[in-house]
């Protein structure tokens, strides 16, 4: 929906005028700054769904999957700083003032932590996550007492 908004920014001012309404926001460039990060932000989220709602996924698989998400929240973050937009295309494109990036950094550094407390009932169980899906790997002696010895007759 939002990708539709962004796309259609152009044209829905002009039907707008047409039907007697004005939307202001879409003359307004800060707040069009603000749909493209949020467009994009979107995407990645919706991007995450997705493959989590793959069938046949196993509990640490999807630990997997928003591991990776929290690190791209952190890299978006990080190369904001430096003014690197490479990963938010739409909101290089609406070409955010340089003030706008801390603000920006800051909503992805709060969703990386919404994520992270979100996810800490998994790192309860982090050890036993890793001692099923890779046996060969994990610390013995991470590992419950009773299941020790034949983790290493493995």
Same mark, same amino acid.
């Given at each position: ?24 926001? /879409? ?32 509990? &640490? ?39 706008? /990036? ?27 996550? &890793? ?24």
């Amino acid at each position: 929906m939002l990708k539709s908004v962004w796309d259609l920014r152009e044209e829905i001012p002009d039907f707008c005028v047409k039907k007697g309404n004005s939307l202001p926001q /879409l003359s307004d460039a800060d707040w069009i700054t603000d749909l493209g990060f949020a467009v994009d932000v979107t995407a990645l989220m919706n991007e995450l769904n997705v493959k989590l709602q793959y069938k046949g996924l196993f509990v &640490h698989e999807m630990d997997n999957l928003v591991k990776a998400f929290m690190r791209k929240l952190q890299l978006l973050s990080s190369q904001m700083e430096d003014n690197i937009l490479t990963h938010l295309p739409t909101l290089k494109e609406a070409a955010p003032s340089a003030d706008h /990036l801390p603000r920006y950094s800051s909503m992805l550094e709060a969703l990386h932590g919404e994520f992270s407390w979100q996810s800490k009932d998994f790192k309860m169980v982090e050890n036993e996550m &890793h001692m099923i899906f890779s046996p060969f790997t994990c610390n013995v002696e991470n590992a419950p007492s009773d299941v020790q010895f034949e983790l290493i007759d493995l």
